[in-house]
């Protein structure tokens, strides 16, 4: 199968570093015009940018997608300068600790807010304005990223765990609202994944711990992930629509 996004325009947010910048330059390499968001670092966009190649109209977007107003007024200005969008990969995302035992209520509240408001209410608000484009040019797909945590919990860090679980009942909602409207929407659930975020982690001594918990005795590469997007993004995978697959290396097996 000959994979071409040519004439395609891909918003991944996040994507100017790890798993985000993984489907970036594979997206990029397929053809397609690729449309990153950052929150902050603006000189690490440029450079993912400069890594993507000038044969399309490829740019890069400072969003903090925790702001609902931002989101509506991103979308607004992205339409401008593009005619459409063929494929929305929600990768961005935010892991804070915050142990029941040893936190404070404030901080208690705190972590709750800034997870919940980009992991979930974030990607929500992110889906609806691109629906709402997908439904007026008559179809897309949507690509959520979402984490075993949502299965396996996350005791160092609740509201990860659940702001991912909710990203899977909401996407699968989303996967029945929108297929009338030819508009697939798939979930990726990865384990832990070697990029800059995790290095120091797995460089340490829990490295080798958390490595050993899948039976391939090492944890994913960004790019193993961009290649199953790139799969979602293609045109035949559309009945794969509100699917759940777990990518973790049988780290975590669920029923």
Known sequence: MVIDFSGKNVLITGGSRGIGKACAKLFASLNATVIITYKSNKVEAEQTLSELGTQNQHSAWQLDQSNAAAIELFYKELLQKYSCLDVLINNAGVFVDHKIAEVSYADWQQSWNETIGTNLT??????????KQMIAQGGGKIINVSS???????????????????????????????????ISVHIIAPGFVQTDMTADLLNSPAGEAIKSQSPFNRVAEPEELARLAVVYASSGFEFTSGGIIDLNGASYLRS
């Open 122 to 131: 974030g990607v929500a608000n992110m889906c609806y304005f691109a629906s």
């Open 148 to 182: 075993r945590g949502a299965f396996r919990g996350e005791p160092d860090a609740p509201a990860y765990g659940a702001s991912k679980a909710g990203l899977n009942a909401m996407s699968q909602s989303l996967a029945l609202a929108l297929a009338p409207h030819n």
